[in-house]
């Protein structure tokens, strides 16, 4: 089905799929026995299997679907490595020593995966290229400003304000007033990023099977035994690595994850002097609404890559772009005559207490809830979750944390965010 304003080759595949398909899974059968045994091949998945398949340990990673399906190729390539929570809520929370080694270590884990990247020669359009949060009123930007002016001391990040006067340094928009660059931001190219972590494990000699979802586990005295579409995989160790898709094959986990649609859209390219003038410092955006939308730049600098949460429990993007086209016009009216060419979505990973969190449980390694800002802290806690399994200290990490909250009656389908979201919607109208 097709808008008037989509292009003749409109695709409801992500824009990235297009220049780098799903890579290529073995096409062996699943080994009966592993070592380990990691579930789902995104970045939490892949950087958990690069560390215990370097380490010799026998590693299969399964997907449910082609490699990557998931999150970790239809993302918007913004990389923060910053948590939802801010120090003075962490503080009320937990207390400051706490709140400071939180958001210490999801700026560690920034720098980690710029090393990561250069060390790997990982070769997926990474960009040092500055983050510019644009305030959706006047009041967000004076709240801005004086958080810039109120950085927890040890804590503080390289950034300017852009007074509402010198916007158009950053962005050719009327809708925000001012904002701010965070220096260290960065993007890529997601789904290229995957690719080079698929190369990695595979040369580490970890065995990548797809369309084999885990559809139950039981605990017996090697390990796990856990059927699979491809039949069934005797485990010593376990890890789950599904996030936003984490079904009932993992039910303590299913408790925990509340599932997000997140949906994007790209336009058909333009020349390459429109698209220049649209965000002439080709930084990464976001803005300050709670119900955010973001966007950026093709790596070719010829597309605008737009994503918001537009809808709660579609799963059918199509339905959904309209109202993602009309956000991405509120900003960018120029554009009305621009066709769209892709629309996609996926499902983040989000917590009740909004933080990411690993550990073991009866047994069974985990790392999830990035809650959208997963290419940083996912890649993280996927490298740390592996050198957990293998016993070395530098996989202790500030957010294995003792508790990880559900909520009585929760099981997995989040009745409650349909309100959540319009509260929130009326909050940004009100701020
Ligand atoms: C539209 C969109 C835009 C986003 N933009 C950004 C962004 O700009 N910046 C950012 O930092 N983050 C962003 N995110 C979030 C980020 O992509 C994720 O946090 C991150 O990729 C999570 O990686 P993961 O490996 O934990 O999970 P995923 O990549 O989601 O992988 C989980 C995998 O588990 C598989 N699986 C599920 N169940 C089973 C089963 N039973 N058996 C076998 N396999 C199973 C799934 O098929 C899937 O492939 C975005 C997400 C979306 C959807």
């Known amino acids: 089905m097709n808008y008037p304003f989509c292009s003749d080759d409109f695709s409801l595949r992500p824009y990235w799929w297009d220049i780098t398909p799903p890579p290529q899974a073995d096409d062996s059968a699943v080994s009966a026995s592993t070592d380990v045994l990691v579930i789902g091949s995104g970045y939490t998945g892949l950087h958990c299997a690069v560390q215990t398949a370097r380490a010799g340990r026998h ?5 449910a679907q082609d490699l990557g399906w998931g999150c970790s190729s239809r993302n918007g390539g913004q990389i923060s490595g910053e948590i939802k929570p801010d120090y003075a ?38 960009r040092r290229c500055g983050r510019f949060v644009a305030a959706h009123s006047p009041r967000q930007f004076d709240m801005l400003v004086a958080n810039l002016h109120r950085q927890p001391p040890g804590l503080e990040q390289e950034s300017h304000i852009v007074e509402p006067r010198d916007q158009s340094s950053e962005i050719d928009s009327d809708y925000y007033h001012g904002g701010m660059v965070i220096d260290r931001h960065c993007s890529l190219d997601p789904a290229k990023y995957h690719a080079e972590l698929v190369r990695l494990a595979r040369a580490a000699g970890a065995e990548l099977i797809a369309h084999c979802e885990a559809t139950s586990i039981e605990r017996n005295a090697d390990g796990f035994r856990v059927a699979t579409a491809g039949g069934v995989i005797q485990a010593r160790d376990l890890v789950i690595a599904t996030n936003g898709y984490t079904g009932s094959f993992a039910p303590w986990q299913q408790r925990r994850i509340i599932p997000i649609g997140s949906y994007m859209l790209a336009t058909e390219p333009m020349a390459p002097e429109r698209a220049a003038k649209l965000m002439p410092r080709d930084r990464v955006f976001s803005d300050t609404r709670r119900i955010v939308v973001y966007f950026r730049r093709s790596p070719d600098g010829r597309s605008l890559l737009f994503g918001g949460r537009v809808s709660v429990f579609e799963s059918d993007p199509v339905k959904s772009l309209p109202a993602l086209r009309q956000e991405m016009l509120r900003i960018f009216p120029q554009l009305e005559d621009v066709r769209i060419s892709h629309t996609w979505m996926g499902f983040v990973g989000y917590t009740f207490d909004t933080l990411p ?36 200290e530098e996989g202790a990490c500030a957010f294995d944390r003792p508790r990880f909250q559900t909520r009585p009656l929760y099981s997995g389908k989040p009745w409650f965010l349909a309100p959540s979201v319009r509260y929130y919607q009326l909050l940004d109208r009100l701020s």
């Open 357 to 392: 969190h690993l550990g073991r449980k009866d047994g069974i390694y985990y790392a999830m809830g990035y809650c959208g800002s997963g290419i940083c802290l996912a890649s993280y806690l996927g490298n740390r979750i592996g050198l957990q399994l293998l016993g070395h």
């Open 59 to 63: 590693t299969t990673v399964i997907d």
């Open 89 to 126: 809520e962490l503080t009320r929370r937990y207390g400051s020593a706490e709140a400071h080694a939180l958001i210490a270590e999801a700026r560690t884990a920034l720098e980690w995966l710029g090393e990561f990247v250069d060390q790997q020669d990982i070769d997926c359009d990474y």
